[in-house]
């Protein structure tokens, strides 16, 4: 059993909100994720925005993804990644 | 208490979302970071700088080693991160808060003599600060999971 440091708890109403957007946006990466091919293929070499399993957005440049994306209440809600034609390769 | 990380089919690496809490964020913030046993410290890095909109030029910065050369972070003060853990064994789910002295930031500015921080270095890293609170990781490429307890 890890030894956490539990000074606050976050307000047990507020919690379940705040789990429940977690558990959307990972939604999100999984259908990124899942969909890597289809989307090389239709949004090569862009910055896309990810909500309810859509491409919402996309474009050549991230800034101005996030202007777009900033105009919107929840911009947390959005999976946003960037679709390059390279494979995964981290080195981290 | 456990931890369940995802891991990414494409790279085979496991990340985890969670809350970013600071002095210059008025709500908690999700981010995506990915597990990184290399970092000591926890890193956001420039898409997550810029989509939280943090200041940077008037916090600390600071020296570092990475594989690729030297880089100089800024250092965030006071942070908390909220992870999702299930805390009992019938799988109740709570934020369970992790705090920091400090994390790093690398924006897209960086005076990295090597490699400056572009755009589609995206992933914010979960570093040894935090990780070395688990202290038996399980790895399941069947499931595509990590669980940290």
New interface residues.
Partial sequence: ??????????DPKL?LE??S??DQ??QE??WI??N?QKLKKNHLNK?IAVKNKKVVFDSDD??AL?KV?MLHDD??SF????I?KKP????? | ?YVVA?I????N?A?L???LLCSQLST???V?F?I?S??TITTLLS?DI??LNLRWSNLTQTDCDT??GPAKPYELPSVTI?L?TIVDEQGT???????LDKINLLPPDDPCDVVPAQ??F??S?LGMDILK???RWEWNFTKNQLIL?
């Fill in positions: 059993m890890p030894v956490l440091v539990q000074k606050k708890r976050v919690e705040l789990l957007k977690l946006l990972q990466y999984l994720s899942d890597e910055y991230f800034e996030m994306l911009v947390d999976a946003i990644k960037h390059t995964a390769c981290l080195l981290l | 208490m995802p990414d089919v494409n790279t690496q990340y979302l969670g809350y908690p913030r999700r995506r990915y990184d290399g970092s898409i810029v989509r594989a690729i909220l999702k789910e709570q934020l369970i808060p992790h705090s755009y589609e995206a992933f890293l609170e688990f202290t307890k």
